[in-house]
């Protein structure tokens, strides 16, 4: 009954122009085979250390490219269909919002590659999130503070957009920390690895994380025909996880003299219990779905929950053997679960059901229309998704091989690439689907109406 509500709920009047999301879910692949190709020109060096420049580039290829973008995307759809939030204006949030954030992430790579000689491109690429963000962040904002809908799926989602505002504060910390090092660190004080911690927890579980709560709430019973997340976990899992969050970056900022050793690790667990928490609760629930057919959304699902859990044992694992944990690619093996195992999945899955679904639906609400749109099964066949999820997987098992003997590294970039090009590729066959359809149809109309003149 809960799923069937939550569907009849569904403002489908509400979604904006198909160009919207989707301008977004085609930039986003383009940054991962970036990615994979960095990969393959740097080799064992884009994984020896967080700290490397060709590290930094690569994680920020996922972050803010593949991520920033599809998740931008996802919310400018799923907030005016799945709450009922009146994003205003969202041609034009698009229009200027994602050129800024795909030329602002592309300058924040090439700040990276070439921090010695570029330092002032780190502050343009600064200027240039905070332009776009600001004014995604603004209108989603406002549209989630005024939808009348209830519930843990919009209050998560505030959440997550909160998130989102605590990770581009602290990356614009840093970007004015890199671009004008010496005055920045005698102005606060602060140090370069805190800061980056603290922007990367808030950007991994303060903005993205949340966002996935978020829309796993309506979208996993929805898509996975599963029974609905139980209440107090889908209440208290984000709050739990955001309470620790801000306890722990208030740790970072403490004079360390007053700080016991180890504390703020020690915060970490909890954090990273909560997420296993949900990645457990998610499992059982897709245990308890209505159907058992194991489609390709449903095991991107899984493998990222799996990821999810991963990373908790890892953590256990590095607080057991210290000499692990000071090792230089222990934090590159938490990333490549995190980004690749996590998120890319969890991605790649959500949009197999949502670009057929904004497809059909936008075909459905033309005028006149003599002949039905292509089932959403048409839109991409089950054969293309599931080639895409085994290159999906494959890159990631050689990146984790990749972490462990770095020799493996352009191996691993080249299957990252493959993964990333075939999802693209997905993508545009479903959209070369909507414009043949439509272009039919316009041509049809056009031809019944000369042959009535």
Same mark, same amino acid.
């Given at each position: 009954? %809960?799923?069937?509500?939550?569907?009849?709920?569904?403002?489908?009047?509400?979604?904006?122009?198909?160009?919207?999301?989707?301008?977004?879910?085609?930039?986003?692949?383009?940054?991962?085979?970036?990615?994979?190709? #960095?990969?393959?020109?740097?080799?064992?060096?884009?994984?020896?250390?967080?700290?490397?420049?060709?590290?930094?580039?690569?994680?920020?290829?996922?972050?803010?490219?593949?991520?920033?973008?599809?998740?931008?995307?996802?919310?400018?759809?799923?907030?005016?269909?799945?709450?009922?939030?009146?994003?205003?204006?969202?041609?034009?949030?698009?229009?200027?919002?994602?050129?800024?954030?795909?030329?602002?992430?592309?300058?924040?790579?090439?700040?990276?590659?070439?921090?010695?000689?570029?330092?002032?491109?780190?502050?343009?690429?600064?200027?240039?999130?905070?332009?776009?963000?600001? #004014?995604?962040?603004?209108?989603?904002?406002?549209?989630?503070?005024?939808?009348?809908?209830?519930?843990?799926?919009?209050?998560?989602?505030?959440?997550?957009?909160?998130? &989102?505002?605590?990770?581009?504060?602290?990356? /614009?910390?840093?970007?004015?920390?890199?671009?004008?090092?010496? @005055?920045?660190?005698?102005?606060?004080?602060?140090?370069?690895? %805190?800061?980056?911690?603290?922007?990367?927890?808030?950007?991994?579980?303060?903005?993205?994380?949340?966002?996935?709560?978020?829309?796993?709430?309506?979208?996993?019973?929805?898509?996975?025909?599963?029974?609905?997340?139980?209440? %107090?976990?889908?209440?208290?899992?984000?709050?739990?996880? /955001?309470?620790?969050? #801000?306890?722990?970056?208030?740790?970072?900022?403490?004079?360390?003299?007053?700080?016991?050793?180890?504390?703020?690790?020690?915060?970490?667990?909890?954090? &990273?219990?909560?997420?296993?928490?949900?990645?457990?609760?998610?499992?059982?629930?897709?245990?308890?779905?209505?159907?058992?057919?194991?489609?390709?959304?449903?095991?991107?699902?899984?493998?990222?929950?799996?990821?999810?859990?991963?990373?908790?044992?890892?953590?256990?694992? /590095?607080?057991?053997?210290?000499?692990?944990?000071?090792?230089?690619?222990?934090?590159?093996?938490?990333?490549?679960?995190?980004?690749?195992?996590?998120?890319?999945?969890?991605?790649?899955?959500?949009?197999?059901?949502?670009?057929?679904?904004?497809?059909?639906?936008?075909?459905?609400?033309?005028?006149?229309?003599?002949?039905?749109?292509?089932?959403?099964?048409?839109?991409?066949?089950? %054969?293309?998704?599931?080639?895409?999820?085994?290159?999906?997987?494959?890159?990631?098992?050689?990146?984790? #091989?990749?972490?462990?003997?770095? @020799?493996?590294?352009?191996?691993?970039?080249?299957?990252?690439?493959?993964?990333?090009?075939?999802?693209?590729?997905?993508?545009?066959?479903?959209?070369?689907?909507?414009?043949?359809?439509?272009?039919?149809?316009?041509?049809?109309?056009?031809?019944?109406?000369?042959?009535?003149?």
């Amino acid at each position: 009954m %809960r799923g069937r509500a939550m569907r009849a709920n569904l403002s489908f009047e509400q979604a904006p122009p198909i160009s919207v999301p989707f301008r977004f879910f085609l930039l986003a692949p383009l940054f991962g085979i970036a990615a994979g190709v #960095l990969l393959v020109l740097q080799g064992s060096e884009a994984l020896a250390s967080r700290w490397n420049p060709s590290t930094l580039a690569l994680t920020h290829l996922f972050s803010v490219g593949f991520m920033l973008q599809a998740m931008c995307g996802a919310l400018l759809q799923f907030v005016p269909v799945a709450t009922g939030g009146n994003v205003r204006r969202p041609r034009l949030v698009a229009n200027v919002a994602h050129p800024l954030l795909g030329l602002a992430a592309m300058v924040l790579i090439t700040a990276f590659l070439a921090a010695q000689s570029q330092s002032w491109l780190f502050p343009l690429a600064g200027l240039l999130f905070a332009l776009g963000l600001s #004014l995604f962040i603004g209108n989603v904002g406002m549209a989630l503070l005024q939808t009348p809908a209830t519930g843990m799926t919009v209050q998560t989602l505030r959440l997550s957009l909160f998130g &989102l505002v605590m990770t581009l504060l602290f990356g /614009l910390l840093l970007v004015g920390m890199l671009g004008w090092q010496g @005055r920045f660190i005698a102005l606060t004080g602060w140090s370069l690895p %805190r800061l980056v911690n603290t922007h990367a927890a808030w950007g991994l579980g303060g903005w993205a994380l949340l966002l996935v709560m978020a829309v796993s709430y309506m979208v996993v019973p929805m898509f996975l025909l599963t029974p609905a997340y139980p209440a %107090r976990a889908s209440r208290w899992l984000p709050l739990g996880l /955001l309470a620790v969050l #801000l306890v722990w970056s208030a740790v970072q900022f403490i004079d360390a003299s007053l700080v016991p050793g180890g504390l703020a690790e020690a915060i970490v667990l909890p954090g &990273l219990a909560l997420a296993a928490g949900y990645a457990l609760v998610t499992l059982w629930l897709q245990e308890k779905r209505r159907r058992r057919i194991v489609d390709p959304t449903f095991l991107f699902w899984r493998s990222a929950m799996l990821a999810l859990l991963a990373i908790l044992l890892s953590w256990l694992v /590095l607080l057991a053997v210290p000499d692990l944990a000071q090792h230089p690619r222990s934090m590159v093996w938490l990333g490549v679960l995190a980004f690749h195992g996590v998120f890319v999945s969890v991605i790649s899955g959500m949009l197999y059901k949502i670009v057929p679904f904004m497809i059909w639906l936008h075909l459905q609400k033309l005028d006149d229309l003599k002949t039905l749109p292509p089932n959403m099964k048409q839109m991409i066949p089950e %054969r293309r998704m599931r080639g895409q999820l085994a290159a999906h997987l494959l890159a990631l098992a050689l990146l984790l #091989l990749a972490v462990l003997w770095p @020799r493996f590294a352009p191996v691993a970039g080249g299957a990252l690439a493959l993964s990333f090009a075939w999802l693209e590729w997905n993508l545009l066959q479903a959209l070369r689907i909507y414009v043949d359809f439509r272009r039919e149809h316009v041509a049809r109309a056009a031809g019944a109406i000369h042959s009535s003149n």
